[in-house]
């Protein structure tokens, strides 16, 4: 059973930064993409920032110059280093994968989330 688990959220002031990390386990072949994603109070859940498998990165104009993903294929994990946080910037932040499991087809997968706060 594939499974993502997210973790490294938490408190932060205004210009700080924090590292989010997300761990896929299960029977992989290959995972595609690797996203973040985050949901304000209120807000639609939208995207931060992509990754692909051959570490291509596309990021949303808000995060750009301070958020950097990244990905490490042997681990089947991906990091979100989030500096010069805002206050602007908390949410929840959600872990998403296309995952090639060995016993299926592509599917998508969604983390439990890790809260980000942002506050003097």
């Known amino acids: 059973q594939v499974q993502l688990v997210e973790s490294g959220g938490g408190l932060v002031q205004p210009g700080g930064s924090l590292r989010l990390s997300c761990a896929v386990s299960?029977?992989?072949?290959?995972?595609?993409?690797m996203d973040w994603y985050r949901q304000a109070p209120g807000k639609q859940r939208e995207l931060v920032a992509r990754?692909?498998?051959?570490?291509?990165?596309n990021y949303a104009d808000s995060v750009k110059g301070r958020f950097t993903v990244s990905r490490d294929n042997a681990k089947n994990s991906a990091a979100l280093q989030m500096n010069l946080l805002k206050p602007e910037d908390p949410a929840v932040y959600y872990c998403?994968?296309?995952?090639?499991?060995?016993?299926?087809?592509?599917?998508?997968?969604w983390g439990q989330g890790t809260q980000v706060t942002v506050s003097s």
């Open positions: 998403y994968a296309i995952i090639v499991s060995r016993s299926s087809g592509p599917r998508s997968y």
């Open positions: 299960g029977n992989i072949a290959s995972i595609p993409t």
């Open positions: 990754i692909s498998a051959l570490g291509s990165t």
